[in-house]
């Protein structure tokens, strides 16, 4: 009979997985409530069953070697799944596990995008409830929440993050008024313009080579959703992210100035806080949240 394989370390990969994450053997010891030197066998354990190296020390933390990289992204995922619905189904469905806050400080990428979607999250997680709160101040250590959505704010503590978005801004007009015409629709209609975001119209016209005198201003609203209305229902145009508007264009309501599409140098990024204890939970929220916004963008290519 053939020598018997070994079994899989299940234990270690979650440990390693964790070390990753945490970015040192101490701070995954304290996650798995664990000493140091257990996490440290975990990793000497996985690195035996795979015949490969996967951390190399660089000064305080451990970083992973090219081949650990790729094992942690492979296996990451799926054992997250499994943890999360070994939770879920343990301690049932009056628990906090099956409860999300998200908060975000992109208000109209909220109104837009995420909060329409969320049902569709809520059934492929089996029934999770998501909160969402809004915020434009600086989130700390104290708040109480597990996913931060945003743009230019940074998180305090440990936490993970995705590349969600590189933002990209269109001029855009009511079908009816737009359809037809070409660049010069910039220079016949008043460009609304968006208080909280300054930086869109200035960085949107040095994008387009033009000068301020080169559109009508129009009326100023505080945020996107805010002109949104306008847009939609009157004669003018608006500056906007194309990730905010993409519904609204794939539904005919608004379109899009050909040759208006300029890069903003933002990212959208969404952070899993360590500190919750929905932390499986905020990461498969996150990673729905790259295929969301990758699945907007295909529908207005």
């Not at 305080?60 to 070697?65: F, S």
């Not at 503590?157 to 590189?166: D, N, R």
């Not at 015409?181 to 949107?204: C, F, G, H, N, Q």
């Not at 379109?255 to 952070?271: D, F, I, L």
Request: glycine letters at 8%; a positive charge; hydrophobic letters at 40%.
């Amino acid at each position: 009979m053939p020598d018997k394989q070994p079994d899989v370390p299940l234990n270690a990969i979650r440990a390693v997985v964790t070390i990753a994450r945490e970015g040192s053997l101490t701070e995954a010891a304290k996650v798995l409530n664990t000493t140091q030197s257990s996490v440290s066998r975990y990793l000497a354990v996985l690195e035996d069953y795979l015949g490969a190296t996967l951390m190399e020390r660089r000064g305080r933390r451990n970083e992973l070697t090219e081949f650990g990289r790729l094992f942690v992204n492979t296996v990451a995922e799926p054992l997250d799944t499994i943890c999360y619905t070994a939770q879920r189904m343990r301690r049932g469905p009056s628990s906090h596990t099956n409860r999300l806050v998200v908060r975000t400080s992109l208000t109209t990428f909220a109104y837009t995008l995420l909060v329409p979607n969320l049902q569709a999250f809520s059934a492929e997680l089996g029934g999770v409830v998501v909160d969402v709160v809004s915020s434009l101040s600086l989130p700390t250590s104290s708040d109480g929440f597990d996913v931060l959505l945003t743009r230019d704010l940074s998180i305090a503590g440990p936490a993970e993050h995705w590349e969600l978005h590189k933002e990209h801004l269109v001029c855009v007009g009511a079908a009816h008024y737009v359809s037809g015409k070409e660049i010069s629709a910039i220079r016949s209609m008043p460009v609304l313009s968006i208080t909280s975001r300054p930086d869109i119209l200035p960085t949107w016209l040095k994008g387009m080579g033009l000068k301020h005198k080169d559109i009508n201003s129009g009326a100023r609203y505080d945020h996107h959703y805010l002109a949104l209305p306008a847009v939609t229902t009157g004669k003018c145009l608006l500056v906007a992210p194309e990730i905010v508007v993409s519904g609204l264009v794939k539904d005919g309501l608004l379109k899009v100035v050909p040759g208006t599409r300029v890069a903003s140098g933002m990212q959208y990024r969404a952070y899993a806080i360590h500190r919750g204890g929905n932390s499986e939970l905020a990461r498969a929220f996150c990673r729905w949240m790259m295929r969301l916004c990758q699945g907007a963008m295909l529908q207005t290519a």
